[in-house]
């Protein structure tokens, strides 16, 4: 399968928040993976250098009228209204042929609605200019949330937004566990509620097994202990595991595990057979063929390679 590739353009005074909540959840799934499922690249309108709200320069890897691939990331900040409209849409307008979704993250949704891209879409924006937003624009479905797919536009109400964004598209493209993966890398507090829709209580009961499944590695609970430590039936856990994660208990626990087995080999010098006692593991035999059958190569490989 190709890498999805993004495109990000930036904008002076930028969110460099926003822009590493957009990019290190794609480096991060990049990494749980042991693959290339996503690239991005930086680009500005003329090529040249761009320095964020907080002062972070940064050099782009080409100018706009080269750009190619999945998605058009549009990421300015509050000096959006600053920007030249007419050169931008005719700008936009060419190379949006040349992509298969475009994005307005921040207040990128300002500069795509004043091209007339998001024109019977359904959109956000940044709350803090959502009303001027809906008065300026009133032919596009404005709403109120955090983030909003609608067909080939992809619109984002800010940094923390960006990040509940991006692990929903990771969802979408490879699955609920390695989405799930990102967020608990990320110690995001709430790995199931927003990201999948579900609801508060499925939300709120996952997340508690899950919390309990990671502070329960070494010595793991069994699956009727889990249910009883969330306080459900196993049925219970097991039906709305399925239904958020796309996996029962028992596999989900076991990735858990796994990678925390991953996080051992990595960074630190233990052997394999105390990764295994750590992670859970009485024979470390076992433990490797279950590393491999995630992650595609054994312990010692992952740990040689990197």
Known sequence: MLPRRFDILLFDAFSNHCLANTVEPLRAANTLANGALYEWRFCTLDGGAV???????????????????????????YAVRQIEPRPLARRLHQVAPRYAALAGFDTG?????QA????????????????????????VDTVRERFVVDRDRVT???AMAAFDLVCHMIDQDHGALLAMDVAQLFMSRDVTDHRLGSGIGVGRLVNRALAIMRENVETPLSIPALARSVGCTQKTLETRMQATLKATPQAVYRRTRLIHARHLVLDTDLSVAEIAQRCGYDNASAMARAFRALFGMSPRDLRTNF
């Not at 050099?59 to 750009?67: F, I, K, N, R």
């Not at 949704?109 to 609605?113: C, F, T």
Request: net charge negative; glycine share 10%.
């Open 51 to 77: 320095h964020s709200s907080s002062g972070l320069q940064v050099a782009p890897h080409m100018a706009l009228a080269e750009g190619r691939g999945d998605m058009l990331i549009l990421m300015p900040s």
């Open 109 to 113: 949704s300002w500069l795509l609605a």
């Open 116 to 139: 007339g891209l998001l024109d019977g879409y359904c959109a956000t924006i940044h709350w803090d200019v959502l009303t001027a937003f809906s008065e300026q624009f009133p032919q």
């Open 156 to 158: 984002c109400s800010g």
